[in-house]
């Protein structure tokens, strides 16, 4: 019998980051101005259950928040992953949230994050859990000279989410996410009954699978911000569908303050949906690159603890907005 990974002490209890002091804290959570690897070196073996993160893309263009160039991206990352690895609990899992980019001066794409998805598994011994798919209909469409000057490509809408795992069985829950009702077709067939069959493929149906109980739908891994719980401003009360929400408290608490606002942000649902599926009320979830903090904010909301590791002053002040009494 596989034995439970044990849990990880709470955030309070971990003595965790003694040379560094807190940014600022929630009931549940600690935000820290600090560079992010010395603070995962800081961190204790296996003391996080979920790490959800985006970090900077390797794009051949700088960019406001910081990027690191495609030729160095993989050994880069690597450093990071290695600590990440250590503070995983043993069911604890990876989610990484990273964007594909064009090679400089010709309309083809790079493998840089192929080669790191490799790297992470040959040489640091993540798993694979499983690839999926974030689709942002707000991106714009990028490179302009490929896509809308000498349209000879097609704009791209989709971004990856690598869930990766400390070991094959990480701690998971696909009922934690299941769409509340099933479509019409599953509902005609679970009234009626599943008739044993042979698909063209060779796939076999069997009756009993009709009989199999969930709370809803299993999602699929093409992930969009509006099929779970998306988000919406409670003063203005606008539906957000990419990461270009101009409405939110934390965007209009950015303009009133004059912060800049983080230029790269991914949506709620987002960690929402992996943080519920991967993780339980009091485990810890961490962002490294937190950025405005949309994770530990999600986290704080589902009853998680959290921590977050950014070293941009600007974006750690502005992501206090996203939390009561701030």
């Known amino acids: 019998m596989k034995q439970a990974a044990k849990a990880p002490k709470k955030v309070e209890e971990q003595g ?13 959570g600690t935000a820290y101005l600090t560079d992010s690897l010395v603070a995962l070196r800081e961190l204790p073996e296996k003391s996080v259950n979920l790490i959800v993160t985006s970090p900077p893309y390797a794009l051949h263009f700088k ?42 001066g010709t309309p083809t794409k790079s493998l840089y994050h192929f080669r790191l998805l490799l790297k992470l598994v040959d040489e640091i011994g993540f798993h694979l859990a499983q690839e999926c798919f974030w689709y942002n209909p707000a991106k714009m469409p990028m490179p302009a000279e490929w896509v809308t000057v000498r349209k000879i490509r097609i704009k791209e809408s989709v971004e990856y989410v690598w869930w990766l795992s400390k070991t094959p069985w990480p701690k ?45 739908a299993i999602p699929s891994n093409f ?83 959290w921590l977050a590791f950014d070293d941009v002053e600007e974006y750690l002040v502005g992501s206090k907005f996203r939390f009561a009494g701030f």
């Open 172 to 216: 998971a829950d696909n009922q934690k996410v299941a769409k509340e009702t099933f479509s019409a077709d599953m509902l005609r067939l679970q009234q009626r009954g599943l008739r044993e069959t042979t698909r063209p493929g060779g796939y076999k149906i069997n009756a009993s699978w009709s009989q199999i109980k969930n709370k809803g």
């Open 63 to 104: 960019k406001a928040y910081g990027n690191v160039a495609k030729a160095e991206y993989v050994d880069w990352f690597a450093t990071f992953a290695k600590e990440m690895f250590r503070v995983l609990t043993d069911d604890g899992s990876l989610v990484l949230n990273i964007g594909g980019s064009y090679n400089k």
């Open 16 to 28: 965790i980051l003694k040379t560094l002091k807190p940014y600022y804290a929630t009931s549940l």
């Open 223 to 305: 992930v969009q911000a509006d099929l779970f719980e998306a988000e919406r401003d409670q003063a203005e009360n606008v539906m957000i569908m990419g990461n270009n929400a101009a409405n939110d408290a934390y965007t209009l608490r950015c303009k009133e303050k004059g912060l800049t606002i983080h230029p790269a942000r991914y949506p709620k649902a987002l960690p929402e949906f992996f943080i519920k599926m991967l993780t339980d009320e009091g485990d810890v979830v961490l962002d490294p690159f937190a950025g405005s903090n949309t994770t530990g904010a999600v986290a704080e909301g589902l009853g998680r603890r």
